[in-house]
């Protein structure tokens, strides 16, 4: 079993950056494809972007592709998003989540755990 557990996130001004850091326990999660999601209030769970378990390809939603960065550090067992010029749309509830294989995938159901989610919240 894989437990994840996300931290780094808080309210903060639009234009501004933050870091949310992902660390898994259980096993070594260095060859499975990680993602971040997100939802906001009253919408569903939102693909933001994944890292591949091998290689470390990453892949964004247009939306973030030129603010958010996602990196894993492998030695920590830890992933991470590099969130830059926040907006107050990016407001939501951050989830990372493991599958049990290198390919990534956009999709919710693909993805055996998850952490307990941190809250992002974006002041214009």
């Known amino acids: 079993q894989v437990q994840l557990v996300e931290s780094g996130g808080g309210l903060v001004q639009a234009g501004a950056s933050l870091r949310l850091s992902c660390t898994a326990s259980?096993?070594?999660?260095?060859?499975?494809?990680m993602a971040w999601f997100r939802q906001a209030p009253g919408k569903e769970r939102e693909y933001v972007g994944t890292i591949s378990g091998i290689g470390g390809s990453t892949y964004y939603i247009d939306e973030v592709k030129d603010r958010f960065t996602i990196s894993r550090d492998n030695t920590k067992n830890t992933l991470y998003l590099q969130m830059s010029n926040l907006k107050s749309e990016d407001t939501a509830v951050y989830y990372c989540a493991a599958r049990g294989h290198p390919a990534v995938s956009s999709l919710v159901g693909q993805y055996e755990y998850w952490g307990q989610g941190t809250q992002v919240t974006v002041s214009s």
């Open positions: 259980g096993r070594s999660v260095k060859q499975y494809a």
